[in-house]
Nanobody
Framework: QVQLVESGGGSVQSGGSLTLSCAASGYTKTAYCMAWFRQSPGKEREGVAAVQRGGLTSYADSVKGRFTISQGNTENTLFLQMNSLKPEDTAMYYC????????????????????WGQGTQVTVST
């Protein structure tokens, strides 16, 4: 059973930065894809950034140039560096892993992700 644990959320003023971390356990192979999703009240969960085995990445248009996804030296660790944060980035952020399959055309879709963390809250104030 894959377990994902996020950390690093918090409250920050507009223009500030945060780094989210995700640690995976219970899985001995490298996930096909790992990603960050976010969800705010009343909205659907949206893909923010994803990285596929081999290093290819995808970003939502709303975060391009501001957020950077990366993997740690330890397999199945994941980071999200968030710079120039805006109030509209306020949401619960979730780490996700696709351990069975991951199509490049839908890296930012939740469809292929079969393991999810509990989430970490990010709040950006004006």
């Amino acid at each position: 059973q894959v377990q994902l644990v996020e950390s690093g959320g918090g409250s920050v003023q507009s223009g500030g930065s945060l780094t989210l971390s995700c640690a995976a356990s219970g899985y001995t192979k490298t996930a096909y894809c790992m990603a960050w999703f976010r969800q705010s009240p009343g909205k659907e969960r949206e893909g923010v950034a994803a990285v596929q085995r081999g290093g290819l990445t995808s970003y939502a248009d709303s975060v391009k140039g501001r957020f950077t996804i990366s993997q740690g030296n330890t397999e199945n660790t994941l980071f999200l560096q968030m710079n120039s944060l805006k109030p509209e980035d306020t949401a619960m952020y979730y780490c996700a892993a696709a351990t069975e399959i991951c199509y490049s055309s839908r890296r930012l879709s939740p469809r292929d992700y079969n393991a999810w963390g509990q989430g970490t809250q990010v709040t950006v104030s004006t």
